[in-house]
């Protein structure tokens, strides 16, 4: 398998795991900045053009992994693999994040829910055609917007 | 950063490159299986509650990263970020596909658009409250879901 190091690192207003937004949803209209190494710039070509990216990105504050985690939308102990938490094996966490503006080799974003100095793996274009689920059934997660937009994060993950 | 190793395996009737759909929605139907190392059995518990998962994997077979590339889906060089293209850095891949059942550790999944043998990073649920957006620009991208349907891949991204 390919080996997997850092693009470029992503800077927020968060530079502690407690007290952050969950999820992008309840970031919203939290800036941030997304700086890619320079050596790679040639591949933001044409980026500009999607409202919203995924930002692939390292836990790096995730200090161990566990299999079975409580998650912040729920009371009750689940499977990591079918939560966000970032004790997973390999600590990828993804954000779907609004694009306003690239200049260079950073790329500005709202709705950031990730810690100052995160890591980035890879940004991909979040396309309408390939990633719109149109009828999903969500398990467990039956929090409502308002709850998600609410809930900060605490230690637990760390 | 943490180190990222293979945790299972993803099974698919996709041996070649050549011919195979370009992402899930070309992909309708086509049955897969993930098999997730042993080790991290209890981290699948509360995921058959999901229609719909993320998988993250290696695209394994990309053997170099181009930072310009012309998708499938356009005629137009690109910057390989504004794409799905496997030879961006770090060749990391994902597919929402259809989570049909789950036994021990081998998850029975549908539209599935990887190569057999696809090692495996991640398995995230789709959640609905985090990941639908609800309006979103597609830059270059501009194909019909019949196109994306009908598309089949060639050997430019090997």
Do not use: C
Not at 25 to 43: F, H, P
Not at 52 to 74: C, G, K, N, W
């Amino acid at each position: 398998m390919h080996d997997i190091k850092p693009i470029g690192v992503i800077h927020s207003p968060y530079s502690n795991i407690e007290d952050m937004p969950i999820q992008p949803k309840g970031a919203s209209g939290v800036k941030g900045q997304v700086l890619v190494n320079e050596a790679y710039i040639d591949g933001l070509q044409d980026l500009e053009g999607f409202s919203h990216i995924y930002l692939l990105y390292s836990f790096h504050q995730a200090a161990r992994t566990e299999l079975v985690v409580t998650p912040f939308m729920d009371n009750q102990p689940r499977g990591v693999f079918s939560t966000r938490s970032p004790l997973r094996p390999n600590h990828i966490g993804i954000s779907i994040v609004r694009l306003k503006k690239i200049q260079a080799n950073t790329l500005f974003v709202e709705d950031i829910d990730v810690l100052d100095q995160t890591p980035l793996l890879d940004i991909k274009p979040y396309m309408h055609k390939f990633d719109a689920v149109k009828a999903s059934r969500s398990g467990w997660m039956q929090s409502s917007d308002d709850d998600i937009k609410k809930k900060r994060s605490d230690a637990r993950f760390k």
